[in-house]
């Protein structure tokens, strides 16, 4: 980890995440209390089970949230990006991190303490229904995975992965837009879709085969959306 500065009227995140509905005043007092770190790819940003003691926004890069059992095998929850916010349901609900947030690639993170957010959502109203809308959002994610893990095959459930990975992790260029633009092990997308890595591979050699998606090194290609969309049984 290293520790750099950000000014928050330079940073891309700014524009999406709850500091757009922050006046003047507020970006300052952000600025000035604020720590901005860059992390490398594996790094941890909190541990499950600590005591928040403020939320963290991305600037840039990705981040991947995991709960442990008791046996220690890790579930990923789900995945941040650029301009999400970290840690506020905590500290809002007064309780632990529920999950472990570790860096997918190198990532630019920013700290703001507990005392400074919890006035913001107390004082501005905007900032209060975003926070209210985000932990909403976080809640049907969750009903759509315990649904999906409940009622899909292995094979519906890893055409939804695909798709939702393409939909987290694309890029906005001609040449890049069916890519998902992020490199993870087989064994997170297994952890996905709740299955065994080997049934992952096999899968995924059956998807390429049947042209659904492609290889290009380690990151995966979406060839035929329609058929994926079909087989996950999703919307078109």
Known sequence: MQKIHLECQNCDAGKISFIQFCTPEEKEKISISKTCSHYKKGQAIFYEDNLPLGIYCISKGSIKLTRSNKDGKEQIVRFAKDGEFLGYRGIIADEPFVATATCIED????????????????????????????????????????????????????????????????????????????TLPREDIANIVGTATETVIRLLSEFKNDKYIDMEGKKIRILNRAALEKISHASV
């Open 107 to 182: 990532t630019v993170c920013c700290f703001i303490p507990k005392a400074v957010f919890l006035e913001l959502v107390e004082k501005n109203s905007q900032i209060n229904k975003m926070m209210l809308k985000s932990l909403c959002h976080d809640l049907g994610i969750a009903d759509e995975k315990i649904q999906s893990l409940a009622q899909k095959s292995v094979r519906e459930r890893l055409a939804e992965t695909l798709l939702f990975l393409h939909q987290t992790f694309h890029e906005d260029t001609q040449q890049s837009e069916n890519l998902i633009a992020v």
